[in-house]
């Protein structure tokens, strides 16, 4: 793919590798290597995402650092990793799920758009909507049960630590040793619907999230190629005919990747808090009736957290959530496109 410079009369060019599609990978590199290197990343950020959801359930403000402090005092560098490894198990299918479909949508979205006339970058930003919108629908079928299971493990040391007059009183109370413990339990306590709890605000939260986020990183890297393209490329001088040329090395590409996908994730984090914080509570907070815990509703959930804190409330784990969002993105994409090098099949097995 050729991106023309920020400056016409120059008669430049900037040439960056083409994309990779659908039909050019080889599925089972995509997948093995998908599943190890996403394993990896997930266990880098998982504390992040941790401190995300124990604020999101906490009754009231609470620092990124003083939460830290606490887990790490209370409960150590375990407290941390609640639920990791029921997490970890739901990595691999949902990650399949997630690419497989992200690049099929983005694959045969991308094509139509192209030949109804629209240009390379709304094509672009079209086809980047639609897979990210797709792929999340996929991946929730597996993630909204792999959260409610994970999402109470993470919480649950939260009511022996010494910030214990700031947890909510809707935590669910219920012991669990491990995830299949509590699998077992929510099972028996909500029957399989217990596992899909909050499953349609997930929808709502990660399925737009998504959309948006691919859909600014695919207009962020143009803007940062167009603009910056020049200056942040070596000249090669027999690239273009007419004209010269510029080539970026590996490190740009990082780099504008990494740049491209941490303002994406601005913007999908502010969007989609609101959202995040309920589903986060839907899946984890009770509601105590007669006598008999049940679970909360959409509306008891929004007015609660406007009780509490306001409509600012709403946005408890912004940091730790626009973090996680930040640096998973950056590490996530730039291993994507590494992932999908290293899937991408043989000239012999492309012409064949």
Known sequence: MSLSAAEDDSGSEIHIPAD????????????????????????????????????QVSSSQISCFKMSSSIMRYE??????????????????????????????????????????FSDTTATAIASAAAGLSSAMAAQLVWTPIDVVSQRLMVQGYNNSNS????????????????????????????????????????????????????????????IWGSFGCSMSKKDEGGVIGGSGFRPDSKTLVLVQGLSAAMASGVSALITMPLDTIKTRLQVLDREENGIRKPLTVLQTMRNLVKEGGFTACYRGLGP????????????????????????????????
């Open 20 to 55: 990779i599609d659908w039909h050019m990978l080889d599925k089972s590199k995509f997948f093995l290597f998908g599943a190890a290197l996403f394993s990896g990343l997930s266990a880098a950020l998982y504390p992040i995402v941790v401190l995300k959801t124990r604020q």
């Open 76 to 117: 150590g560098l375990r407290g941390f990793y609640r639920g990791f490894g029921t997490s970890l198990m739901g990595t691999i299918p949902a990650r399949a799920l997630y690419m497989g479909a992200l690049e099929v949508t983005k694959s045969s979205v991308g094509t139509a758009t192209v030949s109804l006339g």
């Open 164 to 223: 214990s007059k700031n947890v909510n009183p809707n935590v669910n109370s219920c012991r669990y040793r491990n995830g299949l413990d509590a699998f077992r339990k929510i099972l028996y306590a909500d029957g399989p619907k217990g596992f899909y709890r909050g499953f349609g605000i997930s929808i709502l939260t990660y399925a737009p999230s998504n959309a948006v986020w691919w859909a600014s990183y695919s207009v962020a890297h143009k803007l």
């Open 321 to 352: 959530r626009w973090a996680s969002m930040s640096m998973s993105a950056t590490t996530m994409v730039t291993t994507y496109e590494l992932l999908k090098r290293l899937s991408t099949k043989s000239k012999e097995s492309l012409t064949s």
